[in-house]
């Protein structure tokens, strides 16, 4: 097992923390050889609504309006999903930004 | 057609001659309206068939449309909105902006849909809408003066109260030709892309007065039009994410958004950097809880708007203690924060207004000024260049001045007010490397576009001067399905992004031809049919609707092309498509895929491998007569 470090930022956190609309920062324990999807699931494992924010749930891929960042770096140019997370990993989940 | 339906539908618009001082109306038949709509649609109509090859931007003949739609001044949300479409000076090509405020719905309650503007006055002059009439009006007293000032002036001329007007114009910038300046109005709301406010400088259109008439708007079923409404705000207001974001804060929250998510989506020092440098104790203060707490001083909502942002500020503590102005807006906040390299954030309140004061755009105002102090850090240009001014990053006084010199082209003004790629290639060396812009002649919105591959292949390709495409990854999901798109792409995929845009292509523009606010719709092609039926008793579905946007944004390609725009300039520049080398998107370049996703992008949209519109395009979208101008 390994310990890594989730940061939900605001207007998502509400789902980890009940009429909490600020940044919550969690530590989780995950396998060795999990990946990003293993814990995501992991997490929305007890919490279908949150499964349906997170999730495109058609395809299996990450939703187009949540943005991850893996260890500073966009989860698209770190390996995708499939990812496998380290000890000390820090991922960084928040919705996407629009605009311009 | 029936007398109900042709009163229930508008399609009604003004046409004002400012060379002779004719002023008249035209009421589009049912079957040209249910085509174009409004607003970007109707506009791009006008400015195909009445604007031709070798009419230049300043050129009397050139047209000036001001448009709401369909369902401007109805229930639905944030339904005040204009578009404006003219040929513009950064690009010389097509331009259509969007503003909200009231002008949208103030016009609409006077009979219009909106208004075209040809012709250029022998003085300065205000067009004023009221009682279901209009009239143009002497408006030498009003030359020089800013664009609140204005306001305040019109308003005591005319006699009515601020709440039943709506004011739109321009400042110091747009008489003077400054090639970004702004349709500017009802305190803090703009239309600017491309040169607006300039072309209507070269009109000696100084501003377009709209009273409020008794209402409402007629439309076609009220009751099934307000159950869309209802709808349309339920799907942002109930939303958990909107509730707390775009719904309670408007764009406020933006820049620190950005720098705690670490998104990368900020441009800092002119794409020089991709990181903000500011403390938490600064970057907490440019937070709308914040700011809101300390310093709103009124609610300055839109026409039937019930967002919680819009709202007056006075700063009440510092070196600008008893400023007033408007909460800006998260563009504005990027303009004048990271890309300038300033972290004081009254110093960004301050630098926002002035620059809506004096009727520019904010965001080539921005990409201008970064390029003035990455030239100034680097020796291009020298104080005494300068007219004396240190351009040193984050030097809010500086850019002050340098703002005003611009506005009334003033030494070093005169050169800039062109705009960021000409100044670039009036400066020379190394500055066209910094220049941030599209190789049309435009800038980007306010975001480093390096890590949203979405939005920077729409600038660059687009035919408005500014974004064509727009924000559709934040599309609810259930509209983008409607039009058989299955969701967001990945954002770092070439393929992906060149096909998602290709393939939302033409919502926008249907969206912009309705008179309605982005914020408050989302560009939901679901849903916004369905009020416009209610609003014209038609059937129309997703389908048509896209084809009406589709409809607009071939008719601004094949303008372009026939002005002149070659479709080798859907390129960015060097230093806009750069790689970024700090940042969540270090050392990922956009740059060796654009060509194959030019490809598969003008294949998606029926275009020939040079990007040129096909026949069987234009045909199957009803506007075949443009094969034959283009040669096709």
Redesign the interface.
Known sequence: MSSVRLEVMPWLSRYFAAEHSGRVVLEREVSDGATVRDLLEEITSQNQELKEVLFDTKTGRLSGHITLILNGRFLELSGGLEAKLKPGDAIRLMPSLGGG | MSEERQKSYGGKFLRVDLTSGRIWSEQLDEETYRKHLGGTGYGAKVLYEEVPPGVEWSDPENRLIVASGPLGGTRVNGSGTVSVITKGPLTNGAATSQANGFLGAFMRLNGLDGVVIQGAAESLKTLYIHDGEAELREAGHLSGVDTWEMIDLLQEELGVDERRISVFGIGPAGENLVHFAAFVGDRGHVAGHNGTGAVMGSKRLKAIAAQRTPGPVPVYNRQALAEVATTLFRRIADD??RR???YRWG?LR?VT??V????G?LPVRNYTTNIYNISPEELEKWDGPYLQERYVSGRHNCWACRFQHCTMFTITEGPYKGFTGEEPE??QFAAFGPLIGNTDVEGAIVLANECDRLGFEN?EMGWLMGLVMECYEKGILTQEQLDGLDMSWGNVEAVRTLMRKIAHREGIGDLLAEGVMRAAQAIGGEATNFAIHTMKGNT????DHR?RWT?MFDTATSNTG??ETG?M??MP?DALQAIGV????????SEEVSTFNAKTKGAMLFEDSLGVCRFNTRTDVLHLPRAVNAATGWDMDPQEAMCVGRRAVNLLRAFNIRHGISPELDVPSSRYGSTPIDG???G?SIQPLWDEMLANYYHLLGWDEKGVPKRETLEALGIGQVADDLGV
């Open positions: 958990p994410v707390e974001g775009v764009t933006g958004r950005s705690q998510g670490g998104t989506t998260y563009e965001n980007p919105r306010g975001h890590s939005e500014t974004m924000g990854v934040l999901l299955e969701g967001p792409p990945d954002m770092f995929s969540p998107a270090a990922v």
